[in-house]
Each structure stands twice: as C-alpha cells, then as structure tokens.
Nanobody
C-alpha cells in the first residue's frame, strides 16, 4: 500500500515536497511519481530505480523536480521547485516489483505499474 502526502496550494515559483510511504518493504521496487490534470492523460514526472537510484525526468520537470528514496525507511519523495500553474494536478506515487537483473532500470509508463497510491492534490496559483 502506498500513501502520498505533502500536496497543497502554492504560488507560482514556490516549492512543495511530496512524500510516499510504503506499508511494506520497498526493496525490489522501482518507483515513480505521476500526475494527472483534469481532462489530460496521466504522465510520469519522475522515476527512480530500485538499487542505485538512477533517475528519469521528462523535459517538463527536468531541473525543477527531484525524486529520491530511502529503501530503509520505505519512503519516496518528490521535491518540486519553481512550480508553475501548469504543474497543477493530482500527483500519484507508483511502485513496480522488478527482477534482480533490472535493479538499475527506471520505468516511466503508467501501464508498467501495478501499485498506486490514492493521490494528493497540488495546486499552483498564478
């Protein structure tokens, strides 16, 4: 089970930090943050591999968002800086069990993930 927290209302240019707590061990899981705005497709905003913490960011969030994890604490974070109104969306944490051979692979397509959190709203005002 994944539980997100940290969403809220922030002015453009501000920052927020989202957290995702896993109820069980996060070992062997690749993880990611997705977002979905009204009437838009769900998109990956950041992904991180299981062991080495390799990361993926789309151009829309590169340089502004930072994904990190602590496997010992079963926790995933998303630090969001320089927020823009177009970042407004519901943000979801996702996890995927990976085989050992894929220990450093990131996954950025929603269909690759089975485990999802309930989502947390992020609203950026202009």
């Amino acid at each position: 089970q994944l539980v997100e927290s940290g969403g809220g209302l922030v002015q453009a240019g501000g920052s927020l930090r989202l957290s995702c707590a896993a109820s069980g061990p996060a070992n062997s899981y690749a993880m990611a943050w997705f977002r979905q705005a009204p009437e838009k497709e769900r998109e990956c905003v950041a992904a991180i591999s299981w062991v080495r913490g390799s990361t993926y960011y789309p151009d829309s969030t590169k340089g502004r968002f930072t994904i990190s994890r602590d496997n010992a604490k079963d926790t995933l974070w998303l630090q969001m800086n320089s927020l823009k109104p177009e970042d407004t969306a519901v943000y979801y944490c996702a996890a995927k069990v990976v085989p050992l051979k894929d220990y450093d692979r990131t996954y950025n397509h929603q269909e690759e993930y089975v485990n999802w959190g309930q989502g947390t709203q992020v609203t950026v005002s202009s």
